[in-house]
């Protein structure tokens, strides 16, 4: 009895001084196959710390952020984003790029913000937390799964697998198995080698849709049941091969993806996810509509009750808002800024609708959270071309035309669509640059519409 009386004046004091905390924003950062997630996060904090290039962010143009600084994290069983090591990485005297992130961490940046205009003189400073959650791509992907069966998951897997060349060995392996033979484990551990092996080789080529996430990074689960199964064909009764990947399917959606987003997705309330689209459009057709598909799978599930996990644990709280940023702007001239970020909408057009209809705010841009290179502009074979210039990984200075992105992206998308095996009048090309090192006293990292995210994305609460 005395112990109940306890906790209910331990919640209702909790609720009181609740109201007085100060607020925070929880901020998703997440990032499709070498989006630069890493280097959004590191640029991002060193940007709201040096506001110097942060002019398209209202608070720091006029002045309300008094103060920005680092502190301890709130949630104690989280790593904390490693953000001084990638900075120096990022800046220092031999710049590299910080190495990717490979579970979730956290880290939390905080603002004394006065209120300027008519505001100004009514109300005091007050302190604003902005709390960073940084988690693999890979887990964001497995969202999708939460509304498929084995079955489903297992036909849409192989159909994918089959059109993609270097999938051969994995579909041959799964196709050869019989799913009605009894369950072995030896069997079981070398088709879910395979699929794994073929998952790498779909991220290592450009594609996004590469499920079960955690294939890929399976940190201290490697070998358990939960991560040891392949898509199968249709059959298999009581203790077959199938059955029990079944089982474990389901045991994978249980204990794995449905106790992340329990725990943390569903407390964020500002969400970006990176996309690598200049990549995806390099790997060709094919992989353009992967990346369109896969993103309208993932927020698909946000329409409001088609899943009943998901309407749980959103319950009395959504994501407000939602940016989709296509990164690596800087490896384009200027000119063809607007012309990605239109491929960028249209990218996730169907995205967008399905989380307008759920009730999110969202928009979509071109950006470089650190800037690589200079634009320029050369003559080659009587034509002058708008070029970038950097630095190659083996320390040379090169210029870098890309190829020019159709103005309408439907030129684009269409040929994703029907399956082309490359682009009809156009190549793309890629090159790796490497960071530049060195900022100004008072400036963060150069960066391209970098401020013009954080405004969308924290602006409002400034």
Known sequence: MIGDIGRQIGARVDTVTGAFRDPAIRLGVTGLSRAGKTVFITSLVANLLERGRMGGLRAASEGAIRAAYL???????????????????????????????????QLRLSFRVQPTGLLAGLTGPRTLHLDIVDYPGEWLLDLALLEKDYAAWSAEALERARARPFAADAVAAVEGAD?????????????????????????????SDCTPGRFLLPGDMAGSPALTFAPLPPGGGKGSLGAEFTRRFEAYKREVVRPFFRAHFARIDRQVVLVDALGAIHAGPRALEDLRTTMADILGAFRPGRN?????????RRVERILFAATKADHLHHTQHGRLARIMEALVDEAR???????????????ASLRATTEDRVTHDGETLDVVRGVTEDGKRAAFYPGELPDDPQRLLSQGRQGAEGWLDAD??????????????????PHIRLDRAAEFLVGDRM
């Not at 009943?308 to 009395?316: C, K, M, T, Y």
């Not at 793309?428 to 990292?445: K, L, T």
């Open 71 to 105: 502190e301890p994290q709130p949630d104690d069983t989280l790593p904390r984003f490693d953000y001084e090591t990638h900075l120096d990485a990022m800046t220092g005297p031999d710049p590299r790029w910080p190495e990717s992130t490979r579970a979730i961490s």
């Open 179 to 207: 799913p009605s033979a009894p369950f072995d484990d030896v069997a079981a551990a070398r088709l879910a080698s395979a699929w794994t092996d073929y998952l790498s080789a779909a991220r290592e080529a450009g594609y």
């Open 308 to 316: 009943a996990f998901l309407s749980e644990i959103f319950r009395g």
């Open 353 to 367: 609708r399905r989380a307008d209809f759920a009730g999110a705010r969202t928009a979509a841009m071109s950006l």
């Open 428 to 445: 793309f090309d890629v090159m790796r640059f490497v960071p530049q090192g060195g900022v100004r006293s008072g400036e963060g990292p």
